[in-house]
């Protein structure tokens, strides 16, 4: 059931459902650990000879329902010693 059909059969507003809705995701977020938490971090890039004639393919692609998306290549080296 989409949130318009359930505040129209409970007699509420949008905005009564989506504060309290709010203010319990950052409750829960607060008490995340700081190692759970999400955060961004920037990847080193490798410093490796690449031929101008063979593109290179990134091998994952994230995207979010934004048209945000973001691609990793093969060429990022891992982290070491850092948590995500």
Known sequence: ???????????ITKAN???????????Y????????KPAFVELPR??????ATVPEVPVMCIKNGNGLSA??????????GRGI
């Open 17 to 27: 459902y989506y504060y309290p809705l709010k203010r319990v995701r950052q409750m």
């Open 46 to 51: 490798l410093k490796t000879e690449r031929t």
């Open 29 to 36: 977020l607060d008490q995340l650990p700081e190692a759970e």
């Open 71 to 80: 691609d990793i290549f093969s060429s990022v080296a891992p982290l070491s």
């Open 1 to 11: 059931m989409d949130v318009s059909t359930w505040c129209e059969q409970n007699n």
